[in-house]
């Protein structure tokens, strides 16, 4: 995975996105899920254009059920955003840039 990118897990989720002082996408995805690989170079490449105005990492479901469940988390990759330590938005399957830009944009 990208150095622009945070691995977030059960252990250290809550603490990432509460104390996030700028939005934060969280993208739900597995190893085998072919979608979630392609979903990972555009959520590097807008980390790195976005970076200090953003916060993206990923979050394996296989290994965290956890936050799998508590994100009612059905169908992946599922990209859900969060704006003050809030859940605001959520969308399910591969997103181009631009709509992830967009939808960031709405954030502000």
């Keep these: 995975m990208s150095e622009n990118l945070v691995t ?9 996105i509460a104390n996030s ?7 739900f ?4 899920c072919g979608p979630c690989r392609m979903l990972t170079p555009i959520l590097d490449d807008l980390a790195k ?7 993206i990492g990923k ?3 296989d290994e965290n059920p956890g936050l799998s469940a508590k994100f009612n988390v059905r169908s992946i990759p599922m990209l859900a ?5 809030k859940q605001v938005d959520t969308v399910v399957g591969v997103q181009s840039k631009d709509a ?3 939808r ?5």
């Design 8 to 16: 977030f897990t059960e252990a250290n989720f809550e603490e990432e």
């Design 21 to 27: 002082t700028v939005p934060v996408i969280v993208d």
């Design 29 to 32: 995805w597995a190893e085998w």
């Design 49 to 55: 254009e976005k970076a200090g105005a953003v916060k």
């Design 59 to 61: 979050v394996n479901v």
């Design 81 to 85: 955003f969060f704006k003050d330590g």
């Design 100 to 102: 992830l830009a967009k």
């Design 104 to 108: 960031l944009a709405a954030l502000a």
